[in-house]
């Protein structure tokens, strides 16, 4: 059985950092891809950021590329997100998302999904 464990939320203030981490277990996802999405009240669900796991190749969203790092730790088999200068904007659930196999910035093509974390920047 897939987990998807997403942890680091918080509240924090604008321009503070903060960073996020996703482990996944139950099977192997060396040539998937896993990602970042976050989801705001009233708002869709949208793509923040993604990463192959073979070859590493990162991919951001517009609103969040120069801020945000995301990362990988293949001994703890964990994805991070390292995001930095916050804003209120940034607020919203952030859910990580795995066994992505084409489009990464697609939510329907992860089957894997953590529960979310609450990221809150308040002004």
């Known amino acids: 059985q897939v987990q998807v464990v997403e942890s680091g939320g918080g509240l924090v203030q604008t321009g503070d950092s903060l960073t996020l981490s996703c482990t996944a277990s139950?099977?192997?996802?060396?040539?998937?891809?896993m990602a970042w999405f976050r989801q705001a009240p009233g708002k869709e669900r949208e793509f923040v950021a993604a990463?192959?796991?073979?070859?590493?190749?990162?991919y951001y969203a517009d609103s969040v590329k120069g801020r945000f790092t995301i990362s990988r730790d293949f001994a703890k088999n964990t994805l991070l997100l390292q995001m930095n200068s916050l804003t209120p904007e940034d607020t919203a659930v952030y859910y990580c998302?795995?066994?992505?196999?084409?489009?990464?910035?697609?939510?329907?093509?992860?089957?894997?999904w953590g529960q979310g974390t609450q990221v809150t920047v308040s002004s």
């Open positions: 990463v192959r796991w073979v070859g590493g190749v990162p």
């Open positions: 998302a795995a066994g992505g196999q084409f489009s990464v910035r697609t939510p329907a093509d992860y089957p894997y």
């Open positions: 139950g099977r192997t996802f060396s040539s998937d891809s």
